[in-house]
């Protein structure tokens, strides 16, 4: 095990759970394709997409894998379509509902596995740069990957997340989600322990570490003095429409 896989495992028990018998589905943002492969592990038919896939990314069962703009993809309905920490990169964001509403069966269903931009506490944000701090003066993650200082957290936090165009908030993915969509669940979750996960040492020690600051960040959660970064909203095409 590496210590990125803690995430993509959370990810798939998340996923898991969420499609049931939804057998077609479409990953949007697959990247390399770790959660795809699980998933057709599991037996789901998946298709991997990403605007720009990994040369040469391993063939797995019951896997296809697609280079392609979502906004410019089209193909037979799915079962399920879902986005794995990408939905809030795709802009515009009312095209991008529009496009899995269009990709869905009737009665599909529709999942996110993302973050709220605008989440984080100062208290949490505090928590966050002291661990990417300490780890690097340990030297146990790269400092390249350390996000730049600032003059407060909170400006921190947005200076590393500053793209073109900007990226969709928590708020702005669930309403746009609920103007196509019937919304049958969102909930919250650690999520900042997936971002230190990707730049530990690929050995035993940054597999504990890992563990150790996804345990950290959900004890946190679970007595209030961390907040929940992780959104996850499961949602429905209705079946008439």
Do not use: N
């Amino acid at each position: 095990m590496k210590p990125y896989q803690l995430a993509v495992a959370q990810t798939v028990s998340f996923l898991g759970d969420a499609l049931r018998d939804r057998r077609r589905v479409l990953e949007v943002g697959c990247g390399r394709g770790e959660v795809a492969r699980r998933l057709g592990a599991l037996g789901f038919e998946v298709t991997a997409l990403d605007r720009a896939l990994p040369p040469a990314p391993p063939a797995a069962p019951r896997v296809r894998y697609v280079e392609r703009d979502f906004l410019a993809y089209d193909a037979a309905p799915f079962d399920a379509i879902v986005f794995t920490s990408s939905l809030h990169h795709i802009s515009p964001l009312p095209a991008a509902i529009a496009r899995a509403h269009r990709l869905l069966a009737p009665g599909g269903l529709l999942v996110v596995d993302d973050h709220d931009l605008d989440a984080p506490t100062p208290a949490t944000l505090r928590w966050y740069y002291d661990v990417q701090e300490l780890l690097a003066a340990a030297e146990l993650y790269p400092r390249e990957h350390v996000d730049p200082p600032a003059a407060e957290l909170t400006q921190r936090w947005r200076v590393a997340h500053a793209h073109e165009p900007p990226l969709h908030t928590g708020l702005a993915m669930r309403r746009a989600i609920a103007e196509q969509f019937d919304v049958r669940d969102v909930h919250v979750a650690a999520y900042l322990y997936r971002r230190i996960c990707r730049h530990l040492p690929e050995d035993a020690r940054g597999v504990a570490i890992a563990q150790h600051v996804y345990s950290t960040e959900r004890r946190g959660i679970a007595d209030g003095s961390l907040a929940a970064v992780g959104l996850g909203v499961i949602a429905t095409r209705s079946p008439g429409g």
